[in-house]
């Protein structure tokens, strides 16, 4: 597996979300997989398109394919299918986030032997 690439357990949990795929009408996408690494290369290096690898097809199709999938809500049923819902790991405590003592809002007291 090269950098950037999709693990097989991910593919697994998003594959069937994916347009393209044997039950939906129309043309099917035998390159899911490999779309889905190029745009993930491309969001993970911060390259423009135009400098996506050849492995991956011509920039200007993944492009436009992006776009479609974005304006179709393809993007946010995978984030949502990826998200991590359980936040039995998430705890603020106090002994951890550290404010400064002037940070609490209360007035000043005068110091002792110190006119105000």
């Known amino acids: 597996m090269r950098r950037y690439e999709i693990n097989d357990r991910q593919w697994g ?15 099917t996408a035998s390159d899911n ?12 290096s911060g390259a ?19 776009r479609r999938w974005a304006k179709k809500g393809v993007w946010e049923r995978v984030f949502g299918q990826l998200q991590d819902p359980d936040l039995d790991w998430v705890m603020v405590d106090s002994t951890v986030v550290r404010a400064h003592q002037h940070a609490s809002g209360q007035k ?9």
């Open 13 to 27: 949990q998003i594959a069937h979300l994916l347009p393209g795929k044997a039950s939906d009408v129309g043309r």
């Open 33 to 44: 997989r490999l779309f889905l690494n190029a745009v993930l290369w491309v969001a993970r």
């Open 48 to 66: 423009p398109w135009r400098d996506l690898p050849e492995r991956f097809g011509p920039w200007n199709s993944a492009y436009v394919r992006f």
């Open 108 to 116: 000043k007291q005068p110091r002792r032997g110190v006119p105000g």
